[in-house]
């Protein structure tokens, strides 16, 4: 047997090879961006992934946040060059300029606002993505058959009918921005799309609790829908949408002469993770004839989990479901994903004609189903490779425990807070958030709210952690949340140690 030959692609037709312009370093009439001696790049590309590994593998010896010092900034405010500095110069300040300063999103101690920690595989995924330069879903490439299997895999884990569709998004934010798309169009009808909304002569109202996601506030303004047009339901004391308050709101406004167009629910709100009630939430949308959105941007993956997914039933009735990958999939950014009932719907929002667009029977063009008609880009990067990499590397089953394992913590931590007099928990935590604040003993509780936002700064600055703030009834809450791969028991136990430690701290101060 030939083993070269089983082991090696097939050579180029000679009729298709330069002979005289070798890859070898001689002079080339042309210019190109591509390097004169491919074994320097091949050693400084080795150096860096180096470095890179080594931050990871490293990264809880850092502290979790530190401000970009002055060198840096001086670097980074430097003019762009007229002649070129060379790779290994660029090189070098990134990995001194750059990688030592970001936000931190990779630290077992990163809680803030909901940011995944990022994997090897899915860093890796990335580099080889951005090395055959993908444009992914147009092309009839091994790219596209990527992405279409994992939205497979995303139909078969919600439950979703075989004729749904969905699409790679670059987050949640964009994911419900499609969603709210297609509900618009399939409710108030294809007039939208023709004539534009002013075509209209009822106002149209979508409807969400008080605690959702400010993206599908920004969907309303970029969509032509009108913030004043989404109607903000009451919340019940778990945070939860009042499904008999969003009841009276849709019969008061279809009365008063408005248009019902969609629900947003929440699977997973961003202020204490309440999941809202997605059954009723969906008998609601039914009888009312009404688009069922659901906002899974935080908490939708946990289905993963055996043990969590109960939590969510009545998801798998959504029209359209957003959720992110780079939450709590811990995908590196940006990865997110909409999945839509009706994959014929969701085709009529995004399909426009344009010859240079059309496929043809054969060849590279020949995509019936392009991601064109899917979503609002043409050109799209491949991060589909680093989630279909992620969930074949470690398979499901390890990844719902992952989120056991973070809800684990998260409950370990209310233990300890409740635990600790100094320190309250602020809101029920039934998934992976939790709020929680310092309680001073010496100051009256208006002043209470400066001191624990002072904490959060010093927390930060300290490098010790990164949770994030909110609001809840008004009041100042520390707010954790945990879509970490990295953290042990013993970094909450850290953080509940040093916000007494600052409190009081801060306290004797004032
Ligand atoms: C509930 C919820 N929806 C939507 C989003 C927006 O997602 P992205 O930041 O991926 O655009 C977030 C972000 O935190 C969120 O928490």
Not at 117 to 129: E, F, H, K, N, R
Not at 198 to 223: C, E, F, N, T, W
Not at 300 to 327: Q, T
């Amino acid at each position: 047997m030939d083993h070269s030959l089983s082991q090696h692609p097939p050579a180029e037709p000679a009729s298709l090879t330069s002979p005289d312009l070798p890859d070898s370093g001689a002079p080339r009439p042309e210019l190109t961006l591509d390097p004169e001696d491919w074994s320097k790049v091949r050693q400084s590309a080795h150096r860096a992934l180096d470095a890179v590994l080594d931050y990871q593998m490293h990264i809880r010896r850092r502290p979790t946040w530190q401000p970009v010092p002055d060198s840096a900034e001086d670097l980074l405010a430097t003019p762009a060059p007229e002649k070129g500095l060379g790779a290994d110069t660029v090189i070098d300040d990134m990995l001194e300029h750059v990688m030592p300063f970001p936000a931190g999103h990779a630290h077992p101690r990163f809680w803030g606002w909901v940011c995944g920690t990022g994997t090897p595989i899915g860093m890796i995924s990335d580099m080889l993505a951005a090395g055959i330069n993908a444009s992914s879903g147009t092309f009839n490439d091994a790219p596209t058959r990527v992405e279409a299997q994992v939205l497979h895999w995303m139909r078969d884990l919600f439950d979703f009918p075989e004729g749904a569709s969905g699409i790679v998004t670059s987050g949640g934010s964009v994911a419900n921005m499609i969603g709210l798309v297609v509900g618009r169009d399939a409710i108030l009808g294809d007039f939208v799309r023709e004539q534009g909304l002013a075509a209209s002569d009822r106002r149209p109202a979508i409807y969400a609790s008080r605690q959702v996601h400010s993206s599908i506030d920004k969907g309303m303004q970029m969509l032509g829908l009108g913030l004043d047009n989404l109607r903000k339901v009451a919340v019940d004391r778990h945070y939860r949408m009042d499904v008999e308050a969003l009841e009276r709101q849709i019969e008061k406004d279809r009365a008063d002469g408005l248009a019902p167009c969609a629900i947003v629910a929440s699977a997973g709100t961003v202020n204490t993770g309440a999941i809202d009630d997605l059954e009723a939430i969906a008998a609601v949308a039914r009888r009312h004839g009404l688009w069922f959105h659901v906002d899974g941007a935080i908490g939708a993956l946990a289905v993963m989990s055996p043990n969590l997914r109960p939590r969510f039933k009545g998801i798998e009735l959504a029209d359209s479901l957003a959720f992110d990958f780079h939450k709590w999939l811990y995908v590196p950014y940006e990865a997110g994903c909409i999945l839509i009932r009706d994959g014929d719907l969701h085709r009529r929002s995004f399909r426009v004609a344009a010859s240079y667009l059309e496929p043809p029977p054969r060849g590279l063009g020949a995509l019936v189903d392009s991601s064109n008609i899917r979503g609002p880009q043409l050109s799209r990067g491949f991060k589909a490779l680093k989630i279909w990499a992620q969930i074949r590397e470690h398979g499901l089953e390890k990844l719902g425990r992952l989120h056991d394992q973070n809800v684990a913590q998260i409950q370990y931590l209310a233990e300890l807070i409740d635990h600790e007099t100094r320190l309250e928990r602020m809101a029920p935590s039934p998934l992976n958030i939790l709020c929680y604040r310092y309680l001073p003993t010496s100051v009256p509780e208006p002043e209470w709210d400066g001191i624990n936002a002072e904490i959060l700064m010093r927390l930060q600055e300290q490098g010790i952690a990164v949770p994030s703030s909110t609001r809840l009834d008004g009041k100042f809450a520390l707010r954790v949340a945990n879509t970490n791969q990295r953290s042990r028991r013993e970094d909450f136990e850290l953080l509940v140690r040093e916000s007494v430690r600052l409190g009081r701290e801060i306290e004797a101060e004032a």
